[in-house]
């Protein structure tokens, strides 16, 4: 399987010349939930879980808005036994997608609230929304999730970049089947890969009489939700055109296109072939003339490139726009709007997960059984690994190159500590 995976350590070695982070005040009550860190939790820097069933863990938190590497920290609390229909959870693998840092940041529209049952200095946010967990303790009323399985949060906003949470059962779906899935593949399944899956399927009447000549465009066609849409119009027998960005050489650029080739895109461009004059001969060479039309685009770049993308739509179609990574303003010439009747559309998970819940978690699931039969390939991540004894800064350095772009694979925390 495809997964190129680098793989650096943020354990404390690494990071032993940076100043550490605020840390909370000790909360010297056991009875409270979810506070600051029990007393004698620690014994020469290792973790236990301490008497009574408290479970010792850290969360990446922020309490105004601003640059990761300026507003979050590493607090540690302990988290009391579940009670009721509560579960504990351990932290698996959680992804840093660009939409973390923009909520971070306080540009994203949501926002989830500062709050103070963490036993933080300051009314805080846990960082983060998508991830895989493991289940490790459940309330007395639990009624579908046991020690041992895996799940991811129902909706986004619920803070994953933490080593342990506490949830209600009703707020997490459970991996039913996780046989041949790994941590990375489900941490990374509820929000680029469910993207991908309804933009393709909901905005466009594909005719399935004509399967395998009708495509799709898309730009930033490396990222997370651009593989997952080369991989599942694969696998539905669309053809895809797929703009990159240039690299650093002309080779780079072909192992790039080479790679995306590999997932099942029918042709790769860069942006600079894109918004060249020579771009609609190219089209109609790919599309035999318009003969295979182009029925859906996919930006999530705009300024010119989405502009040039709607340019090569057949009439009636749509261009649904889910990103904004160049800053630009989507412009679009009246006459596409006249004279070929294109529609413009937005599309964001998160609402319509929290419209929809059943429906994603369909999605989830058909996305997972791509996965286990080897038809939905690992996305490239450079891995983080977090243990117990790793501090602040090496996690928020990670965080912080998020937006940098021209990256060889997403970020991804992989907590290796124990219960
Ligand atoms: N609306 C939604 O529901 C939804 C859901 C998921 C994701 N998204 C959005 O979709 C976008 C991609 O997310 P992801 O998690 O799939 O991303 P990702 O895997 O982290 O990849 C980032 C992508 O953005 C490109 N990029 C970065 N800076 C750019 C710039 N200045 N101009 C053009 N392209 C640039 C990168 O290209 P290079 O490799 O060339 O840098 C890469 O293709 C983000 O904007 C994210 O917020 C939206």
């Known amino acids: 399987m495809f997964s190129r995976t680098a793989v650096r350590s943020a354990g404390s070695n690494a990071t032993l010349s940076l100043r550490a982070r605020a840390v909370s005040p000790l909360v010297s009550t056991a009875t409270r939930q979810c506070q600051g860190p029990l007393p004698n939790a620690f014994m020469g820097g290792r973790r236990f879980i301490a008497v009574y069933g408290y479970t010792q863990a850290k969360a990446l938190v922020y309490s105004r808005y601003g640059e990761p590497k300026d507003v979050l920290r590493l607090h540690k609390h302990s988290i009391s036994p579940p009670h009721g229909s509560q579960v504990t959870l351990r932290l698996l693998a959680a992804p840093l997608n660009p939409a973390d840092v923009n909520q971070i940041q306080g540009v994203y529209p949501s926002k ?204 009636g179609s749509h261009l649904v726009t889910y990103g904004a990574m160049s800053k630009q303003p989507v412009s679009l010439p009246s006459g596409l709007l006249i004279f070929k009747n294109l529609a413009f559309d937005g599309f964001w998970v998160s609402k319509w997960g929290d419209k929809n819940p059943q429906l994603k978690e369909n999605t989830i699931n058909d996305v997972l059984q791509l996965t286990r039969s080897g038809k939905f390939k690992d996305i490239p991540v450079d891995e983080i690994r977090w243990n117990w004894e790793t501090e602040g800064p090496a996690l928020t350095a990670g965080v912080q190159e998020t937006l940098s772009g021209y990256r060889d694979g997403k970020g991804l925390l992989k907590f290796e500590g124990g219960d």
């Open 112 to 315: 989830p609230p500062f709050q103070s049952n963490l036993g933080t200095s300051e009314p805080s946010a846990v960082a983060g929304n998508e991830g895989a967990f493991e289940v490790i303790a459940t309330g007395a009323n639990v009624k579908n999730l046991s020690k041992g399985d895996w799940v991811v949060m129902k909706q986004t906003g619920q803070g994953t970049w933490r080593t342990h949470a506490q949830m209600d059962e009703s707020q997490l779906i459970k991996i039913e089947n996780k046989d041949g899935l790994s941590p990375l593949q489900i941490s990374t399944v509820s929000v680029n890969p469910v993207t991908a899956y309804r933009m393709i399927k909901d905005f466009c009447n594909w005719d399935w009489m004509r399967t395998g000549e009708e495509w799709l465009i898309q730009n930033g066609a490396n990222s997370g939700v651009g593989r997952a849409a080369i991989q599942l119009a694969r696998e539905w027998g669309i053809k895809t055109l797929n703009v990159v960005r240039e690299r650093e050489t002309p080779e780079k650029t072909e192992v790039l296109k080479q790679e995306l080739r590999e997932l099942g895109a029918t042709a790769v461009v860069t942006e600079a072939e894109l918004l060249s004059g020579d771009f609609k001969n190219k089209v109609n060479e790919l599309t035999r003339n318009g003969k295979e039309p182009i029925r859906l685009a996919l930006n999530c770049v705009g300024g010119k490139s989405a502009t040039a993308l709607a340019k090569t739509l057949a009439p």
